[in-house]
Antibody, heavy 125, light 108 residues
Framework: EVRLVESGGGLLPAGGSLRLSCAAS????????MHWVRQAPGKGLVWVSR????????NSADSVKDRCATSRDNARNTLYLQVNSLRVEDTAVYYC??????????????????WGQGTMVTVSS | SSELTQDPAVSVALGQTVTITCQGD??????ASWYQQKPGQAPVLVIF???HRPSGIPDRFSGSSSGTTASLTITGAQAEDEADYFC???????????FGGGTKLTVL
């Protein structure tokens, strides 16, 4: 079965750190760019970060840019997100997401075709 | 701008047609994708590219785009289509990813 399973969430203190993991199965993990997307309670989806297929390039949102590191271990089919100096506003469900690329009639495009179930991170003040 | 804008809420009568829109400068360059999210569940991709549907998505879902506006249309809305819908694309620089604020669809 093709799936993504996040872990590592929980209740954390402000100023602390989190390290989330995402275990991929059922597909060739090393072929895909991977992303983290979060959703605060009752709010919309917010992109957090991405990493290319071999792990050599990452980007992150301005809201976490200086505090986060995204990495992957293709031998273990696992994606990671570390966020330091946690803030109350980092409270959210964090989703691990696969980006699939397509080519149709001369045009490239992509979409988030596979989402994990999410892991809840609560940052307390 | 580096934003995608959606109406917060839309309603439709059962069996009727509804269109949800997403506006942003990046949509001149990049296709929008659309995601459906029901309470307590992860988002699900419903439309990508020009108007492609993943396997398992009913053909009542379709997409279109013109200029800086992308649209998701549900033709013959069903009760099970009641959900939040989010659009997404890359930003114009291709360095970041954008999501719209989401549209809550109510099926009356």
């Amino acid at each position: 079965e093709v799936r993504l399973v996040e872990s590592g969430g929980g209740l954390l203190p402000a100023g602390g750190s989190l390290r989330l993991s995402c275990a991929a199965s059922g597909f060739t993990f090393s072929n895909y760019w991977m992303h983290w997307v979060r959703q605060a309670p009752g709010k919309g989806l917010v992109w957090v970060s991405r990493i290319n297929s071999d792990g050599s390039r990452t980007n992150s949102a301005d809201s976490v840019k200086d505090r986060c590191a995204t990495s992957r271990d293709n031998a273990r089919n696992t994606l990671y997100l570390q966020v330091n100096s946690l803030r109350v506003e980092d409270t959210a469900v964090y989703y691990c997401v696969r980006l699939r690329s397509y080519y149709d009639r001369g045009v490239y495009f992509d979409a988030f075709d596979l989402w994990g179930q999410g892991t809840m991170v609560t940052v307390s003040s | 701008s580096s934003e995608l804008t959606q109406d917060p809420a839309v309603s439709v009568a059962l069996g009727q047609t509804v269109t949800i829109t997403c506006q942003g400068d990046s949509l001149r360059t990049y296709y929008a994708s659309w995601y459906q999210q029901k309470p307590g569940q992860a988002p699900v991709l419903v439309i990508f590219g020009k108007s492609h549907r993943p396997s398992g998505i009913p053909d009542r879902f379709s997409g279109s785009s013109s200029g800086t506006t992308a649209s998701l249309t549900i033709t013959g809305a069903q009760a099970e289509d009641e959900a939040d819908y989010f659009c997404n694309s890359q930003d114009s620089s291709a360095n970041h990813v954008l999501f719209g604020g989401g549209t809550k669809l109510t099926v009356l």
